[in-house]
């Protein structure tokens, strides 16, 4: 993170049905006990214009949508969300709860539909202008048992029309990512109970804090 920046960058990770929402909301509360202020966003989207990629991102469609496309919109929506909610957030000192960030992108444009990963990187650094999260929570679920549990909530998106074998592709790249990156991740067991699956949020955010 860059020096002038005064907050802290989290972000929540993971494929279909993980359980990122409840899981989140779990985490704000944490550190809000803390007396720490948090600004709570998801990517794609974020602000009004972010928000509007995100739709034209997941809503399905008869044409198909380029990979470079989904890229660049992608990068776009975050460029937006970069500018005008993280940075001023921890500029004044807020905790940064992010749905989601470039992670993401790696493991689904990345692994998922097979975008050379320098490509995603020139994006990045053009973007991002050296701002990385502080902490990664990858929740991490066999990706059957997620996609059962994201289809009995909602209707599915353009991503979750997915074949398994996608999420494969994504499940892999994340945990790749978080093998390469272990002092930014912690790979949070989605499988378990709640209870537990809460506990070790607790845990990696007090490690985290400790240090």
């Given at each position: ?5 005064q907050?802290?960058?989290i ?6 049905g ?10 704000c509360?944490?550190l809000?006990?803390?007396?720490i ?44 969300h ?9 500029a ?10 470039t ?19 020139m ?12 902490l ?5 679920l ?14 599915p998106?353009?991503f979750?029309?997915?074949?398994v074998?996608f ?39 007090s ?5």
């Amino acid at each position: 993170m860059s020096k002038d920046l005064q907050g802290r960058f989290i972000t929540v990770e993971g494929t279909e049905g993980v359980g990122k929402s409840t899981n989140i909301n779990f985490l704000c509360q944490l550190l809000k006990d803390k007396g720490i202020e948090i600004v709570l966003t998801r990517e794609p989207g974020g602000t009004p214009l972010a928000e509007e990629l995100r739709e034209l991102l997941l809503t399905p469609r008869e044409e198909r949508v380029s990979q470079d496309t989904e890229l660049l919109l992608m990068f776009a929506a975050r460029a937006q969300h970069i500018e005008n909610v993280i940075r001023p957030a921890l500029a004044r000192g807020a905790w940064v709860i992010s749905d989601r960030f470039t992670d993401a992108t790696f493991a689904y444009q990345g692994g998922g539909r097979g975008v050379e990963i320098e490509s995603i990187r020139m994006l990045e650094s053009l973007v991002q202008h050296g701002l990385h999260p502080d902490l990664t929570l990858l929740l991490d679920l066999d990706v059957e048992v997620g996609l059962q549990r994201a289809s009995a909530r909602s209707t599915p998106d353009r991503f979750e029309q997915e074949k398994v074998d996608f999420f494969g592709k994504v499940r892999a790249a994340y945990l790749e990512r978080a093998k390469n990156e272990p002092n930014r991740f912690a790979v949070i067991d989605a499988s378990c109970a709640i209870e537990e699956v809460q506990s070790q949020i607790s845990a990696a955010v007090s490690e985290y804090l400790g240090r």
